[in-house]
């Protein structure tokens, strides 16, 4: 099993641009998890879907975040403007019910 | 809602020795898990130990061993004959058991381990 698959790895792009953040969660997981890392904050959940259905979307700073789960095997996080303070790491993680969590190995993104 | 403490930013340990890395939560669930993540400097999120709040058996994992104290709400982290590999900052994490099992991960803000050669 190739684990969780994001795309791109670094992503450097300017204020006001669009980005958009790609995840592939392992086959046969249900639930989907997008995670941001900064300094400031750690670790924090933004949002999670459970069978492509998104269940807590309360982490999401603003309206210029959105998430969306169209299949079982994709998932992507689109930041629309971009900002600098959006620079960090974003984490996707899958898991079957009650299983245990598999991180993918994060997009860097920064926002110049 | 949940809260994660880890009092300890950093830690140093040299290597063969054992070290012990805290870990506070505040929840008034009685039935949850708590997890210790390590990221290396790959940034690799990496699970190293489970406990589920019902056992009352500290879990252990290799060199990886905890102790749970459910009622003091803490669970800290031992590491013995600590390596050099085991550099990493270590993150405590919680989940509920309200929605099967498979809620959000809380995180600590995580403790950085040096260890000297």
């Known amino acids: 099993d190739a684990g969780v698959i994001q795309s791109p790895r670094h992503e450097v792009t300017e204020m006001g641009q669009e980005v958009t953040l790609r995840c592939k969660p392992i086959?046969?997981?249900?639930?989907l998890f997008w995670y941001r890392q900064t300094m400031m904050r750690g670790l924090e959940l933004l949002i999670y879907f459970n069978n492509n259905v998104p269940i807590d979307d309360s982490g999401m700073p603003e309206d210029r975040f959105s998430a969306k789960m169209p299949n079982a095997s994709f998932s992507t996080l689109k930041i629309q403007p971009s900002e600098p303070r959006d620079s960090a790491v974003y984490f996707c993680a899958s898991s079957r019910t009650s299983g245990r969590d598999f991180f993918g190995p994060g997009t860097r993104l920064t926002v110049l | 809602a949940q809260t994660v403490t880890q009092s300890q930013p950093e830690m140093s340990v040299q290597e063969a020795e054992t070290v012990t890395l805290s870990c506070t939560y505040d929840?008034?669930?009685?039935?949850?898990?708590l997890f210790w993540y390590k990221q290396p400097p790959s940034r690799q999120m990496i699970l190293v130990i489970r406990?589920?709040?019902?056992?009352?058996q500290n879990a252990t994992e290799n060199r990886f061993s905890v102790n749970f104290q459910k009622a003091a709400k803490s669970f800290s982290l031992k590491i013995s004959d600590s390596q050099l590999g085991d550099a990493a900052i270590y993150f405590c994490a919680y989940r509920s058991l309200l929605g099967g099992g498979s809620e959000k991960l809380v995180f600590g803000k995580g403790t950085k381990l040096t260890v000297n050669p």
């Open positions: 406990q589920e709040a019902y056992k009352q």
């Open positions: 929840t008034s669930e009685s039935d949850y898990y």
């Open positions: 086959s046969g997981h249900d639930y």
